[in-house]
């Protein structure tokens, strides 16, 4: 009895997260939206937190340097993370799953849990302004706009979302008792 309502309540969940994964992915057949979303998301492969660690050097010299090496550790961390994840879970990304959803985006792989970009943006934002609570209103926004566009351009379901950004927030706190 008690596996039948857990079974029920996990398909309600499935259900509800394929259904807000659907309705937010048709904001992609926007061409603005697609297009800035696009682009929001290239610039959370990486090039957006380069940009940051590059600014912070320029602008700290070598007192940028340690918080730099705390990012990028934390991103190589990050990787090995999300990646060992979906090797496990192997759920695939929604436009391979429903017919209702438009692929706008480029994958990067198969597998969709958890999202690396959210997981990256949460763990990179919280060091960031661990160190430079000052960048809060570039950083923050853009961390929020990375985690939308996942599903928007559907590649990834809101709960791959919701546990990549519970996995950074955690893989960053982790790193602030480490350090």
């Known amino acids: 009895m008690q596996n039948r309502l857990l079974t029920n309540y996990l398909q309600r969940i499935c259900a509800l997260d394929s259904a807000l994964c659907i309705k937010v992915n048709r904001s992609s057949h926007y061409r603005l939206v697609r297009w800035s979303f696009r682009l ?3 610039l959370g492969d990486g090039m957006f ?3 940051i660690m590059l600014g912070i050097i320029l602008t700290q010299g070598q007192a940028g340097i340690l918080p730099c090496l705390h990012m990028i550790t934390v991103g190589l961390i ?3 993370l999300y990646k060992w994840l979906k090797g496990r879970t192997l759920r ?3 436009y391979a799953v429903h ?6 985006g480029k994958p990067l792989d198969k597998f969709s849990f958890p999202s690396g970009h959210t997981l990256h943006a949460v763990a990179f934002s919280m060091v960031a302004l661990h160190h430079y609570p000052e960048l809060a209103p570039l950083i923050i926004p853009f961390a929020v706009l990375v985690a939308m566009s996942r599903v928007i351009l559907g590649l990834h379901y809101p709960s791959d979302v919701i546990a990549g950004a519970i996995l950074g927030a955690l893989l ?5 008792l480490i350090l």
């Open 99 to 104: 017919q209702d959803i438009w692929l706008a």
């Open 78 to 80: 990050g990787t090995v």
């Open 172 to 176: 960053a706190t982790a790193s602030f």
């Open 92 to 94: 695939p990304r929604p």
């Open 40 to 42: 929001v998301s290239r």
């Open 49 to 51: 937190w380069y940009a």
